[in-house]
T-cell receptor, first 114, second 114 residues
Framework: AQSVTQLGSHVSVSEGALVLLRCNYS??????LFWYVQYPNQGLQLLLK??????LVKGINGFEAEFKKSETSFHLTKPSAHMSDAAEYFC????????????FGAGTRLAVHP | GAGVSQSPSNKVTEKGKDVELRCDPI?????LYWYRQSLGQGLEFLIY????????KSGLPSDRFSAERTGESVSTLTIQRTQQEDSAVYLC????????????FGPGTRLTVL
């Protein structure tokens, strides 16, 4: 069975500060890992994905995440927050190698203040 | 090209009525997924189509829920005898053979059951 835990349902940062959103996963098989972002009243947009290649993954809008097998983590970071980054972020896991359902974490709402 | 589209964007219905939600995947995408996003349960997988067959229906919450897909095209999610707990945003996603692990999401249908 697979599961995802996102630590912190709400994170607040100042504009220009580091963004760190935490994600830990559980999987009995090699996982694929994803970060999605959801803006108000919109669907989910893929930020980045880990699919067993490089452990440091770069995505859109300056975000990156590092897969750490020993820590079963896939935390999302961005060096400098923008006001436009305010949204809800979801970490997800699926079984590697094919069509498979995504198992989502509960989400983290990011607020960016001036 | 066009993304995943869903209709209607909003649906308000009375308890006990049947509703149909539609999803048009990205052209050429062979796999199609339905998810539900609700306040209490977060993002949950409902059903997955490969072509017009459904190898994984494990997330459908009850026999009031059903879905079908025409070839590798449109899919319809039907909820019979709606209940208030069915109120949620229903999200559809699709993926291609070339990038099977990457799901692209539509904007969702917000269902409100009165």
């Amino acid at each position: 069975a697979q599961s995802v835990t996102q630590l912190g349902s709400h994170v607040s940062v100042s504009e220009g500060a580091l963004v760190l959103l935490r994600c830990n996963y559980s999987s009995s098989v090699p996982p694929y890992l994803f970060w999605y972002v959801q803006y108000p009243n919109q669907g989910l947009q893929l930020l980045l994905k880990y699919t067993s290649a490089a452990t440091l993954v770069k995505g859109i809008n300056g975000f990156e995440a590092e897969f750490k097998k020993s820590e079963t983590s896939f935390h999302l970071t961005k060096p400098s927050a923008h006001m436009s980054d305010a949204a809800e972020y979801f970490c997800a896991v699926s079984v590697s190698g094919g069509y498979n359902k995504l198992i989502f974490g509960a989400g983290t709402r990011l607020a960016v203040h001036p | 090209g066009a993304g995943v589209s869903q209709s209607p964007s909003n649906k308000v219905t009375e308890k006990g009525k049947d509703v149909e939600l539609r999803c048009d995947p990205i052209s050429g995408h062979t796999a199609l997924y339905w998810y539900r996003q609700s306040l209490g349960q977060g993002l949950e997988f409902l059903i997955y189509f490969q072509g017009n067959s459904a190898p994984d229906k494990s997330g459908l919450p009850s026999d009031r829920f059903s879905a079908e897909r025409t070839g590798e095209s449109v899919s319809t999610l039907t909820i019979q005898r709606t209940q208030q707990e069915d109120s949620a945003v229903y999200l559809c996603a699709s993926s291609s053979r070339q990038a099977r692990d990457t799901q692209y999401f539509g904007p969702g249908t917000r269902l409100t059951v009165l």
